[in-house]
């Protein structure tokens, strides 16, 4: 069974796509006979770009799993390295919610129909407003399916993988609420700006209530800082953020991605994350800490075990540290 990972914030520009991307990467090269299942669920299709998936006007994307007009299986293609598989997203997603609406004021109506019905047949215990009460009570739910729309999509493919990696759009509706319900682990990566900490409480306020209602497995894999610079600003929300993770029991990476002003152009010519392409260069061996670190903590793996990495690049590991 594959593990699921999700990297998520509602926030925008903070590095989901960087760090899923280089993740994906720095998995692929510890652990070389995995394969691996890489989801684009934003609009922007970035991390689909950055794989140099180019998506045709008819192939299926993560927008026909929202839709249910098409299944994950169907949906996925190869990339330029065989042990990765991504299933792309594109602009439709744009129009998901609001496709979307069509098939919720579909089930409101249907919810309408069921709930006069049951009206009819208990009829007799309406005499009270306690009765009226428990009747609407019954679980007849028009948005049932909001937050987890994406339930069992990925029962079909989970045994071909060994990992699946969730990219999530800068929001906290539908789609990254899906992918959290279906997630086994999320990885909560901020900007060190002032209102980064906001943000990250918003996100696992979510989480929370995602875990109650339908996937009680989803744990908060840590809160991970990205774009470090050193100034007092970051140095202040850095410190805050701690607290606020310490305070309420969360894991606060000790690997935070400083902020690299060279390694886009590298990840450009090579065309793959900077993990794949460079993996000794001094900002892709941040995402090999991240991995150990991680799995360290029993994040990849479903039972919370450590696991040997069969290899290692992280240049520390050999004895500097
Ligand atoms: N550590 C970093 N150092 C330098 N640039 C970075 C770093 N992390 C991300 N970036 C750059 O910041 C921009 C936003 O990053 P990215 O697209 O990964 O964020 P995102 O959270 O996925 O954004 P969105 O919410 O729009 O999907 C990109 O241009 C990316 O290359
Ligand atoms: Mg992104």
Do not use: C
Not at 54 to 76: L, P, R
Not at 145 to 161: K, M, P, R, S
Not at 214 to 239: D, E, M, Q, S
């Amino acid at each position: 069974m594959a593990m699921k990972i999700s990297v998520a914030i509602n926030k925008g520009g903070v590095g989901k796509t960087l760090i899923t991307l280089n993740l994906v990467g720095a998995i692929r090269k510890s652990f070389p006979s995995s394969k691996i299942l890489v989801v684009d669920s934003d609009a922007q299709g970035n991390l689909t770009k950055s794989f140099q998936v180019k998506v045709n006007k008819d192939d299926n994307t993560i927008y026909d799993v929202f839709m249910g007009t098409g299944t994950v299986k169907e949906a996925i293609v190869s990339t330029y390295d065989t042990q990765i598989d991504v299933l792309p997203a594109n602009a439709d997603n744009n129009y998901l919610e609001f496709d979307k609406m069509e098939e919720f004021r579909d089930n409101i109506l249907s919810w309408f129909v069921a709930l006069i019905k049951q009206f009819r047949e208990n009829i007799s215990q309406i005499s009270s407003i306690e009765g009226l009460k428990k009747l609407l009570n019954k679980k007849i739910d028009p948005s049932s399916n909001y937050f987890n729309a994406l339930e069992g999509a990925f029962d079909d493919v989970e045994q071909d993988y060994d990992f699946i990696f969730f990219d999530t759009p800068p929001e906290l509706k539908q789609v990254t609420s899906s992918v959290l319900t279906i997630s086994d682990v999320v990885i909560i990566p901020f900007e060190p700006d002032i209102s980064s900490v906001d943000g990250v409480t918003q996100l696992i306020s979510r989480v929370n209530t995602l875990k109650e209602e339908f996937n009680p497995n989803l744990r908060i894999g840590g809160i991970l800082a990205n774009k470090v610079y050193n100034t007092n600003v970051h140095a202040k929300v850095i410190n805050s953020m701690m607290k606020y993770a310490n305070r309420n029991n969360y894991r606060y990476f000790d690997t935070e991605i400083p902020r690299s002003i060279k390694f886009a152009d590298k990840l450009i010519r090579r065309g793959m994350p900077i993990t794949m392409g460079y993996p000794d260069n001094e900002f892709a061996q941040y995402f090999f800490r991240l991995v150990k670190e991680m799995n360290e903590y029993g994040l990849l793996d479903e039972n919370g075990k450590t696991m040997v990495i069969p290899n290692n690049l992280l240049k520390e590991s050999e004895g500097e540290e």
